[in-house]
């Protein structure tokens, strides 16, 4: 079985940058996510440059069923997975009210109920061979609540909490679990969630680059939590000691004006 790295939300954004990072480094890699067209090409790209076993896997991974899929695709391409970086998830941003329920819900199940899936699915054979890696990607926004994009916010908190706590659970096991929390990034995400043409979507954002050595780092040395960017830290670690309605009301100002 050929050890390999899973990487979800493979074909935009971060999830780009993950594959060639992780590529560069001697990995193989299964890449996942819903267009085929652009896993193909990525594969294609990687096999070339980097040389390694490259293999692509479109599915809609907001499915209840994506764990046992994606199981079901490792083995059928004779893959096992010593690293998982789940990266795939989108936000959402206007009232609560406004939001179809069928997109917060399929946001949950993207954000948080098949990340949990997949962890569940892949952890118990790094366990069984002391070895292995898990990086969630989080995001700032998981240290404080936030009105006008209420379910991502909640979302990427439900993930730094998951992730800090598996990180415990099997740090003494051989295995490496971190949540990585980007601010603002240069990727598809504003498109997606309607923020992207902002000044917080684009001027502000960091490149994908940095972020993702920051999270390979990270992973790396095993540390449950990495926050990209000086400010970014700053400002996460300054919301414990604001008065957590001062903090919701700062956050709520600036999405309610985002989304306008």
Known sequence: MDEVAVITGASAG???HFAHALAAEGHAVLLIARRGDRLDALAAE?????????????????????PAAVVAALAERG????????????????PFIDVPVDRQQEMIDLNCTTLVGLCHALLPPMIARGRGGILNVASTAAFQPGPWMSIYFASKAFVLSFSEALHEEVKAKGVRVSALCPGPTRSEFGVVAGTGDTQTGTRRAAA?????????????????VKITGFMNGVMAQSIRFLPRGVARRAAGAMFKRLTR
Not at 49 to 66: C, I, K, N, Q, T
Not at 79 to 94: Q, V
Not at 208 to 224: K, S
Request: hydrophobic share 45%; aromatic share 6%; proline share 4%.
């Open 14 to 16: 971060l999830g780009v």
């Open 46 to 66: 990687i096999r070339a440059r980097h040389g390694v076993r490259a293999e692509s896997f479109p599915f809609d991974l907001s499915r209840r069923d994506a």
């Open 79 to 94: 893959m096992t997975a010593n690293l998982l970086i789940n990266n795939a998830g989108f936000g959402a941003s206007g």
């Open 208 to 224: 994908p680059e940095g972020v993702i050595r920051a999270g390979m780092d990270a992973l790396n040395a095993n540390r449950a």
